[in-house]
């Protein structure tokens, strides 16, 4: 038997939320400082609230109108400004100079108000980036699952058919929190679902991602699965280490070592 092993890191940035002042300076702060050791190989999440004011419903004339006279009034100038570009160009810009992945979802504030004529939505600048809401990709041995918003039925049926055809070590994630304060922006059965499922492969979990609530942490534990949230003060780095056997005949297995996080 041989064996070998590699070792992928995660920074989990969450709630950007570009229009929400106190969102907005916690994550310039956060950003110089992944900016100072960011590697070439880390893999960056943002799982959602990329800005405070997205839409992707209800964009009818009269609801562009509406929704120009409150930003207007909120942000205090005419017209206001593209949320969704500055969070690409403070965020994913000079992240993307860095890194090679850097992966997003949407969140709840992406589906609220900012739409005007030549603003790209976050739901469609998702889907530019990664081909739709929910996807996956492998990241050195790491298969990273994105759920979008939350495990809705669709998403855990999704991410259950794309862990059954693997057999390597994962992650996951989405914006809605599991547990504690505005964890109930999802439903109990779609929480039980999505427990179900990521307990089928839990020995291949390294950990789940989220945001929604603004604290960050590294070492909560959901029915004994980690939760990463970097939507505080602090990002989130992660060390997920990758053990490979290869057999004499040689058939390989890929095995999850013991994970490590930090705030940053």
Not at 83 to 95: E, G, I, K, N, S
Not at 227 to 240: H, K, L, P, R, W
Request: hydrophobic content about 35%; some cysteine; overall charge neutral.
């Amino acid at each position: 038997m041989m064996y070998n092993m590699s070792s992928q890191r995660f920074i989990v940035l969450g709630d950007p939320q570009v229009g929400n002042v106190v969102q907005e300076e916690r994550t310039i702060a956060k950003m110089t400082r992944i900016l100072r050791e960011i590697r070439e190989d880390d893999v960056v999440l943002v799982p959602g609230d990329l800005t405070d004011k997205g839409v992707v419903k209800g964009d009818s004339f009269f609801h562009r109108y509406l929704v120009f006279c409150a930003c207007a009034r909120e942000e205090g100038h005419v017209p206001p400004r593209d949320q969704l570009r500055t969070f690409h160009d403070t965020v994913v810009a000079p992240l993307s100079e860095r890194c090679k992945n850097v992966l997003v979802c949407v969140g709840n504030h992406d589906e609220y108000t900012q739409t005007w004529w030549g603003h790209q939505y976050p739901a469609a600048y998702v889907k530019d980036r990664h081909g739709g809401p929910v996807y996956a990709k492998t990241c050195n041995g790491v298969h990273v699952l994105c759920l979008s918003k939350y495990p809705t039925r669709a998403n855990t049926e999704w991410m259950d058919a794309k862990l059954a055809a693997t057999r390597s070590p994962f992650c996951v994630f989405f914006h809605f929190n599991t547990q504690g304060p505005y964890s109930d922006w999802w439903s109990p059965e779609d929480k039980e679902r999505f427990l179900g499922t990521l307990r089928k492969y839990g020995d291949r979990c390294a950990f789940v991602a989220e945001g929604h609530v603004h604290h960050s942490y590294a070492d909560h534990v959901w029915h004994g699965f980690r939760t990463i949230n970097g939507s505080g003060e602090e990002a989130v780095v992660v060390d997920v280490p990758v053990i490979t056997t290869r057999s004499s005949s040689g058939r390989g297995k890929r095995v999850l070592g013991d994970v490590e996080a930090r705030l940053l």
